[in-house]
């Protein structure tokens, strides 16, 4: 008797061998094997006719074989055999390599469905090494589904068959059938079967729709538990206090939006339940400030607040912002790193234990079990991106026994709206759609690396005007395995100081330098005593000077759309007009074609996601959340939105699923949740 959770070598044709090589797509079991969605589908309902068959584009063509050559030696290893098919009107020559058996299986005067690219002349149309199927009726969509080597699609689909048929427990649905009923969803088997076969287009979308519903609802119920168990325990509340001294504490006005976004926190931070917000604002809309106004209100209330950062130079540049704008409110701010001295670590960690320090801004440290808090109010994480979500989670529990602070996570990378509502489901939104004043869009040109040098005259002309700017290379230093011509931000920037920039001041940057070394680096750079900057990516998050108008990314085709677009943002952040120079031989590339005309990061993301296809799914995983096994929800917001309020129902009744009904539900959430917690 088999179920779900049987192994799959239960199944026929699976033995050890197959087994290990489920093992490698992380199938073990016969319902991780029915979870193997296909990643496409071969239509056969509609076969091309020889004629007809569109030029060189995967296409199905009906026809029997009416002759095959005999086996022909091209050289030791390869061989070549040709078989002559006709749809009746036309005749097609396929030729196979190096497939003897396939081809002796194929008998004369039968018909078969060739899937290929046709290529030839008209009236010589040829294929070369098709698909091949039977002429079965029933193939009306036939799966193609992910592979390892050693696995054909084939083999998954006859293994795929029996597996529907031998679980026994397949009718045990995983949607409560009012959930079903409402939403309009067929029943689990159902959708099972028309996934893997499909008989039509129509089936098909019905299957995709359930399963996507399945899986969202059940992301959404593990969100919404984790929103609870943060909910259930005491904040610090906070009392509503004067925050005209910091307002006074810059020289700009704050955007509406920023001004927006700290009313959202600030009332957030005086309820007794934790507040658990998400600020998310494009690259430059001044996430920093409502960070430090919460910050600032924190400590007026007496409580201190952690602000952790993803890399140690963004750290630092927070520190040092923070600390000047704090100078003389008598809010005091400290830093804490793992690459400082042992007694400047010590010292900050007796401070924070001892309450003497109202503000830390660090890296990773801050979660060290030695790090403790007297009054810990506020978790601030910056590029929460950077972070899994089990890391919010550490810092947040840092407080004192049975408190929770307040959390607040910024980031700039602007995801699709359906995307923030899976990813940040548990949290609350505020958004900077709105930029400071005076701030000129970007402007961004692609040249190809015989125009570098004139790029680097108007560099020059730029630093002659007093501002600074950025070199940024995909490379460190060049190495014995590194790629051909790619540049390096050792190399170029010996290169740079000698023949272009003699005269100026060049600096250089990447995280192989020792942190002391960064540190001194963008000091210099911050303060205008170095002019150009030669980097790596290491710039790439949150770095901030306002000064820098021009930015060069060498070999852009490297890099990823957002990436170009977070590297551009450290331009254009004061108010003068900015540009970003990408330089790279693939002149037609979409990417960095799409990354000249906008400066809307919403729509680079976007973009970005078409282009990397649904395969990679922007990157849930970094995200720290199980990747989805289902593409192309992004664009179903409908469907996030119904499976969420179907999710918030059930937990209304049933809050930690303990009735009998949901304990397949309370077995997947939980599973769920161990993926985001690891
Ligand atoms: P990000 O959202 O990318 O973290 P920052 O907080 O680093 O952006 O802000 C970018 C720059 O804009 C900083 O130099 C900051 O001082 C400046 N800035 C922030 N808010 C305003 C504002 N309201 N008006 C003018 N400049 C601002
Ligand atoms: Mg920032």
Redesign the pocket.
Request: aromatic share 4%; hydrophobic share 25%; net charge positive.
């Given at each position: 008797m088999a179920t779900l959770s049987t192994n799959i070598q239960y199944l026929k044709g699976v033995g050890e061998k197959r087994a290990r090589l489920y093992a490698r797509l992380g199938i073990a079991t016969i319902g991780d094997l029915l979870e193997h969605y296909p990643r496409d589908y071969i239509d056969f309902s509609h076969p091309s006719s020889i004629t007809s068959a569109p030029y060189d584009e995967p296409c199905a063509i009906r026809a029997r074989v009416a002759a095959k050559s005999a086996e022909q030696r091209i050289r030791k290893g390869l061989s070549l055999f040709k078989v002559l098919v006709t749809d009746g009107r036309n005749d097609l020559m396929i030729t196979f390599f190096n497939a003897k058996y396939a081809v002796a299986s194929l008998k004369e005067e039968e018909t078969y469905l060739f899937y290929g690219r046709v290529s030839g002349r008209i009236g010589r149309r040829e294929m070369a090494s098709p698909l091949v199927f039977p002429d079965d009726p029933a193939l009306a969509l036939s799966p193609v589904y992910p592979l390892t080597e050693g696995l054909s699609s084939k083999m998954i689909a006859a293994n795929v068959r029996q597996a529907l048929v031998l679980a026994e427990d397949l009718d045990q649905d995983l949607l409560p059938a009012t959930v079903r009923e409402e939403n309009n969803l067929c029943r689990r088997r159902e959708a099972l079967e028309a996934i893997h076969f499909p008989p039509n287009e129509k089936a098909l979308a019905r299957a995709r729709r359930r399963l996507m519903f399945e899986e969202l609802f059940h992301l959404n119920l593990a969100l919404g538990q984790v929103k609870r168990a943060s909910q259930k325990e005491a904040a610090a509340p906070m009392e509503s206090g004067d925050m005209g001294g910091f307002f006074s504490l810059f020289p700009?006005?704050?955007?509406g939006a920023?001004q927006r976004a700290i009313d959202d926190c600030l009332k957030d931070l005086c309820r007794t339940v934790p507040m658990n917000r998400l600020l998310q604002?494009d690259?430059?809309?001044?996430?920093?400030?409502v960070a430090a106004a919460c910050a600032y209100f924190a400590a007026r209330n007496g409580y201190q607040t952690a602000m952790m950062a993803p890399t140690e130079i963004l750290a630092v540049q927070h520190y040092q912002t923070w600390s000047k704008l704090f100078a003389g409110t008598g809010i005091s701010v400290g830093l804490l790193t793992s690459s400082m001295g042992a007694n400047a670590k010590r010292q900050i960690k007796e401070q924070l234990a001892g309450g003497q320090l109202s503000i830390v801004v660090g890296t990773h440290a801050l979660l060290q079990d030695s790090v403790a808090f007297s009054r810990l109010g506020l978790a601030i994480t910056d590029e929460q991106h950077r972070f899994g979500v089990s890391q919010r989670m550490a810092l947040a529990q840092k407080a004192e026994k049975g408190r929770y602070p307040h959390v607040l996570v910024m980031s700039?990378t602007p995801i699709p709206r359906t995307l923030a509502f899976i990813i940040y489901g548990d949290l609350d939104l505020s958004i900077?759609d709105e930029m400071?004043?005076g701030r000129l869009p970007v402007k961004t040109y692609l040249i190809d690396p015989p125009k570098r040098e004139r790029a680097y005259g108007f560099i020059r002309k730029h630093l002659d005007a007093g501002e600074q700017a950025y070199v940024v290379c995909p490379l460190v230093e060049q190495g014995e395995n590194s790629p051909e011509g790619l540049e390096s931000a050792v190399e170029e920037s010996e290169r740079l100081a000698r023949d272009f920039f003699s005269g100026y001041k060049v600096g250089m940057l990447h995280g192989r330098m020792k942190a002391a070394e960064k540190e001194q680096i963008m000091k210099d750079f911050q303060s205008g005593e170095l002019q150009l900057l030669v980097s790596t990516t290491v710039i790439e998050v949150?770095v901030?000077v306002?000064n820098a108008t021009v930015m060069l990314i060498q070999n852009a085709e490297r890099f990823g759309l957002s990436q170009l677009h977070q590297l551009r943002?450290r331009v254009g952040?004061g108010g003068t007009e900015s540009f970003c120079i990408l330089v790279s031989a693939q002149m037609d590339s979409p990417r960095l074609r799409a990354i000249c005309q906008t400066n809307d990061g919403f729509r680079i993301a976007e973009e970005d996601l078409k282009l990397r296809g649904p395969g990679d799914f922007f990157g849930l995983r970094q995200h720290g959340l199980p990747m989805m096994k289902i593409a192309g929800l992004l664009e179903n917001m409908t469907l996030v939105d119904q499976t969420r309020a179907a999710a918030l129902s059930i937990l209304k009744t049933d809050p930690d699923l303990l009735l009998p009904e949901h304990a397949e539900l309370r077995k997947r959430t939980g599973q769920m949740l161990e993926t985001v917690n690891a």
């Open positions: 700009f006005d704050l955007t920023q604002g690259v430059g809309s001044g996430k920093t400030m700039a900077l400071p004043k949150g901030d306002p943002g952040r």
